[in-house]
């Protein structure tokens, strides 16, 4: 049986909302069943119809939404929360509230105080909760991370992480284009610009791949672009509980670059590069040895990896699996309920409700960092 | 409503009848309905439950399945054939005698004299056919074939293409894997082995973005591998019509190499660059400029491209996306149907069944020019 | 006639000692006459009598050096000091006192008040002082400054530098290594360790090329390597004059690093980077348009490339190459002589003792951002 | 002491001749005393007081210059040859017959008469030869020849070799550019074209790297360009004597590329690449492992690229310090002379004129087979 899946969210021409849908189709574990895909009740069914939703099941209301499939027989399991950041909240209350899954987009909330409330509710709800960082979902950032639990890299000194976009590096925003809209408005966006569109991932995947936690930080933003009143662009350095340290790099205004996720980790042993545009390989280098590339379903994969991998080496995977890994993950969770939640085990690896509330908290510590003038903070909430 | 899909081979573990459910699934234009996934009645029965198969349509013969899907009410529109290149036509056949629309792996049939039967019948059935050649599907291939429609190279000169593989370095065929086992038998491949798995896409995809038509070739072919009698490697010259030189080279003992498609076209105004391991970029060198990168899903893409693109630039899409074109592609044409078949139209970019025929040709003639001593053969049949 | 050039330090064996003379020899504008090339006075004599220098002008004694060549008629015109940091302004300033010219290895002293000396004796004398800041001599740093210059990139907004290296990831300095002790000893290479050695050629690079000047920074250093009294890595913010802001990271225990210096610059129509490794190209993106690669030698290069460039496209020039370009342009400023000191014009691109003096404080502010637990401080000494 | 030399052809604004010139001088063995830099008698003296030559060694004629410096007690040890190719035989025959060592570009002569005359010469005369195949030179490809040579690559079994450029796409020679005049006009050049410019230099390097001897082959060549009779693109099928295959591709209607040699050998345990436009790297994969990256200087380069490497790694050397490598081995040859010719022994490994009748031979059966249809003729003279 499929896992009967509903979208908050969405609605035909939304460019997030298609990324979920296929993510959840790719490997037929989930049938979407139901749907609020917009606040606007024409644009609401027509999505819906085009999406082949029975009539009454497309909703143009997330709350009665929540309320009629929390009661119906044959009632979602799991809903996907695919929204601008401060319309996560409200949603994930409702359906948590009525009993069913949810799937969040990131970052978690708009606000630290709201992505805590959500983290408390799945605490007494009991119930899944995934936020999409996708970009964890990657083979060959779970090789990363497998490599650096397995001692690969030895103990970890430095870690550079950047996440350059050129998409914002003009008055978008003021053209109508609606993804720049919401993104550099405080009231939809919340206190991050590119910290929270972008910054949150790079954040995410650095303590996802090298299990090192961050405990304080500094920030310097700047928005570049006249009139803006969010941050286009973050320098941040970032002190590990271990002693490492860090710099990330998150900008909305860097003429040039597509989606340019980089991460690179150093260690005492070995040193390790994954980049996003060219997900299927990570650069290995051993100290003292010639620099390799390991590659996604090649001969020096390793277990995490293969476990998400779906075709040979050399055929290429992108970005719509990478995303559908996190899918299948939480296939398996919802499946497996109500055994014990383990989003936070090893072999689970959706990003958590913690995960997500990480993530806010970035993003205020780093705003408040910088209209301190760039001071250090310590990431204790 | 979804296009009803059946399925020839492809048994659970099989990988390309994964990649063609992936395929089809991706764009939620078809429902897979019925199967013939063996001939092994077990292994059907099983492949089919795993897929959700209702019994009754969970098949071990394929002319049975022929019969009776193409007279049921609800019988499948499409059948997916996916066995290996012996058992192409005999199948193919049935189902368009049943009135039933083909997609055909590649090569076409394990002879020219199977090839062209099958020509024959879609000319006298008037169904539609396809060919999954599926690097014509990657959208920097559309575009790169549009650049050159265009004028943007001017007159074409020279085509480097290659497609070199490590996998077949060893006698793996003795060690029972399956892939390789019918791969390098002719029995089931065939008269050519790298010649018919990897170089008849170099060649299609030859065709396919340069527009221009081969009409002589010279090969030599080796089979270096202690025992092996097929091809694992082959060096081949091209002439074509408008007297533009060429080579190609397949190999499967190519150590380093994943699937490393590459193919590069110069004219006498420009040149342009793909390589189907990181296949969403195109390079292109206008004369005295400097070498450029156009992107899939940016600024420099263009219509073909833009048409065959899911996700914003930087956001990498692969080698499922692009088969899964193929299968959109064919789509818009079922849906057309009876609308005249118009698969060798500029819009409807899948291979069609002269285009199945053309790669087989290729085969025998390369194998001739090679058992000949290495000299040049007409590629008039 | 060839410019007559003495040398301190660089006896047999020494790296950068070997690198000044192949600079100096390349363009057939030196003759090396004169040396003291070790303090050690067997050594000193060995190595002048490899290298072809007459056994009276062989010294063991830089003073005695300057003294005698300062006097000969037949004097040497140039000295090049490349002795390690902190034995830097002792020679230089008894070379100045003798009438002198200077090419002195970077940075420029031990200290900030020997900086500063330095500069006040080349006030004072009038006479010609290099600082080989040698990554500026590649032509495409130059066709970088130069685009910036030109105003293609708009107002600059983000500077990325970086200069990672592998070498020092060990305790390589209790070995024995000479290069690896004397740049771990705050007694010969200074305050700063990865900064001095390395960060300050970043530095100098980042405000080389853009045009920009570094009105404030925080450090973050560390000594990653158990028992070293220097940085091995330094994590540096930078803020620009004109509201840009960049990070600079130098780091000699980034594993699988060679000599990774790499620039990007970031402005509000187009951005650039430029890579050591590969450094006979530039990554020019303009805003909206294709990514493209300007080269050395190309029709795409600029007249500033083009003045140090010695080769066709596509035939490599490297790092003597590139060092050999400030030891020609120091060539054209020395014949030029007594015409006016014009070490800051555009024409004459050597880095001047002011460019030296700028370094050190580089290093001095960050060491003292870093020990006050990682603040901002201005540049403004 | 230095080895005294002598230049024919090389007039100032020659590109080959300064590229001798600055490799003679970059590691100091050598002294230019004389020259017969140009049969313009003006441009010769003037070309030799640019280069610092007494006027008494400034001839115009070189066989005067053979005959006179022949005699002189501090006559020229060595002469470089850097004409035309048709100009190659003459002068080397001239100073063979004086007693002088001869270094001359390749390829050797224009006809293979000539170049078998040269061989016969060199073999009575017992002087030293080297023919400029400079890219033997590097140090990557001095490692991937040792490599081979020790087996790391196991047994060879597909060689992929091409030297694509662009510089002859349009009718350059018609403009009155010299060097395209005369590399395209076959009075000057002999039968080849761009076989006779890179293709020898493909060639060579194929031998010089793998150790294994071409047998046979089979050309096809092409003139793209309007009104010209040479090749601008040749595209050849190679043979190997232990059976291997492989594919050489020179062509200088190649849009995009500037000076792009690569080679590539796979054998049955390993494959290796070099490109010339990124030396200082080589790709080595064995079987089943990662992809790695020897790097010149680095820890994993072997004794045969440590001998010709100057700088430290990541520190890139470029052609002039390849091209510098075969002066200086030759100068080792010179200072041992009168001890046997060991110019074909693996330590000594500067071309030998066997090597340079070797590339004339290839010419010629290339041409030979191409004006027979493309045809497979043995290399057997």
Redesign the interface.
């Known amino acids: 049986m499929k896992i009967r899946l509903g979208m908050v969210g969405g609605g035909t021409g939304a ?1 997030i909302g ?2 979920h849908r ?1 993510a959840a ?2 490997d ?1 574990r989930y049938e979407l069943v139901a749907g609020a895909f917009s606040s606007d009740s024409e644009r609401a069914k027509q999505s819906a119809a085009a999406l ?1 939703i029975a009539p009454e099941r497309a909703y143009d209301d997330f709350s009665e939404m929540a309320e009629k499939e929390g009661t119906r027989e044959d009632g979602i399991d799991v809903v996907a929360i695919v929204t601008p950041n401060h319309l996560h909240h409200a949603p994930a209350k409702c359906f948590l509230e009525a009993g069913i899954h949810v799937i969040c987009d990131k970052p978690l909330s708009a606000s630290l105080e709201d992505a805590m409330d959500l983290e408390r509710l799945v605490e007494e709800t009991g119930l899944l909760f995934a936020v999409t960082y996708n970009y964890s979902g990657y083979p060959m950032v779970r090789q990363a991370r497998e490599m650096i639990r397995n001692g690969d890299l030895g103990n970890l ?2 870690v ?1 992480v ?1 996440y350059p ?2 998409w914002l ?2 008055d978008l925003e003021s053209t109508g284009q609606k993804q720049a809209a919401w993104r550099t408005d405080p009231a939809r966006a919340g206190a991050g610009g590119s910290l929270g569109d972008i910054g949150t991932h790079a954040f995410h995947l650095t303590e996802f791949i090298t299990g090192l936690e961050v405990n304080s930080l ?1 920030a ?1 933003l ?1 928005a ?1 672009v006249h009139g803006r009143s969010l941050d286009d ?1 973050a ?1 941040v ?1 970032l ?1 590990f509980a271990n ?1 490492a ?3 990330l ?1 998150a ?1 909305q ?8 996720l980089r991460i690179r980790v ?6 390790l ?1 994954w980049f ?5 390989q990570l ?13 996604r ?4 994969a390793g277990d995490a990896a293969n476990a998400v991998t ?12 990478a995303f559908a890994n996190l899918y299948r993950d939480f296939a398996d969770q919802v499946e497996a309920f109500p055994a014990r939640n383990t989003m936070n085990d090893s072999e689970l690896l959706v990003p958590a409700v913690s995960e997500g509330v990480k993530g806010v908290l970035f993003v205020e510590k780093a705003v408040a960092s910088s209209e301190s ?4 903070l310590s990431m204790d909430s």
């Open positions: 460019f298609e990324v296929i189709r790719l037929n082949g000194r430095v550079q950047e976009q050129e590096s003009t500094l310097d700047s570049f662009n320098q350095m002190r002693g340290r860090g710099s790099w900008s205004v860097a003429v040039g670059h597509e989606n340019g150093y260690g005492d042993q070995a040193s590069e996003q545009e060219q997900p299927n650069k290995f280098c051993r100290l003292g040895e010639a620099p390799q590339y390991v590659a379903g090649g001969n020096t779906r075709i040979p080496g050399g055929h290429p995977e992108g970005f719509l699996e003038g760039g001071i250090w």
